[in-house]
T-cell receptor, first 114, second 114 residues
Framework: SQTIHQWPATLVQPVGSPLSLECTVE??????LYWYRQAAGRGLQLLFY??????ISSEVPQNLSASRPQDRQFILSSKKLLLSDSSFYLC?????????????FGPGTRLTVL | GESVGLHLPTLSVQEGDNSIINCAYS??????FIWYKQESGKGPQFIID?????DKRQGQRVTVLLNKTVKHLSLQIAATQPGDSAVYFC?????????????FGTGTRLKVLA
């Protein structure tokens, strides 16, 4: 069966420090991968998605970037964190196969920027 | 459309009663829909899905209804239990199938009253 992992689960970082959040998927090949952000008490905002290694599409211009160095690894990064980057970050995957649309989420990373 | 920047509406239901959570979707070409349940501090959990060639689909204690004419989706939970308390999101996926972007609804917080 497929599983999706995110780490760390929680992170507290000072303003101006770098960020690296990691997401990995097991049990599937060539998944579509997604990064979302969710502010407290609010809905989901799509940040990036990737349909293959090295292929990244950005949805919202911001202080963040994403990379996909391996088939089942998706990384969210920042060179210098802002206070407004505090949020709950969710990684998700789907097969990307026509007719198979289900999307599954990881447990999330709670980021607090002080 | 995107649910960015919107505070979540709340539905309060007595334990044992039926709950109905509504969602208006944005794209008339969307052909696949998912309902998610999100508990506090956790990633969204897949509940049930429906394709646009169906009007109704039933799961265990849950039913999803799709009205394509008015672009409306609903989730019905029978005999609501305290464990059903969570935030519920709908998501739509547009062709081409299996790709790439899922548009999330605003989300509704369900509170089950003892």
């Amino acid at each position: 069966s497929q599983t999706i992992h995110q780490w760390p689960a929680t992170l507290v970082q000072p303003v101006g420090s770098p960020l690296s959040l990691e997401c990995t998927v097991e049990g599937t090949s060539n998944p579509n991968l997604y990064w979302y952000r969710q502010a407290a008490g609010r809905g989901l905002q799509l940040l990036f998605y990737s349909v293959g290694i090295g292929q990244i599409s950005s949805e919202v211009p911001q202080n963040l970037s994403a990379s996909r160095p391996q088939d089942r690894q998706f990384i969210l990064s920042s060179k210098k964190l802002l206070l407004s980057d505090s949020s709950f970050y969710l990684c998700a995957w789907s097969t990307g196969l026509a007719g198979d649309n289900e999307q599954f989420f990881g447990p999330g990373t709670r980021l607090t920027v002080l | 459309g995107e649910s960015v920047g919107l505070h979540l509406p709340t539905l309060s239901v007595q334990e044992g009663d039926n709950s109905i959570i509504n969602c208006a979707y944005s794209n008339s070409a969307s052909d696949y829909f998912i309902w998610y349940k999100q508990e506090s501090g956790k990633g969204p959990q897949f509940i049930i899905d429906i394709r646009s060639n169906m009007d109704k689909r039933q799961g265990q204690r849950v039913t999803v209804l799709l009205n394509k004419t008015v672009k409306h989706l609903s989730l019905q939970i029978a005999a609501t239990q305290p464990g059903d308390s969570a935030v519920y999101f709908c998501a739509e996926n547009s062709p081409p199938g299996g790709t790439y972007k899922y548009i999330f609804g605003t989300g509704t917080r369900l509170k089950v009253l003892a």
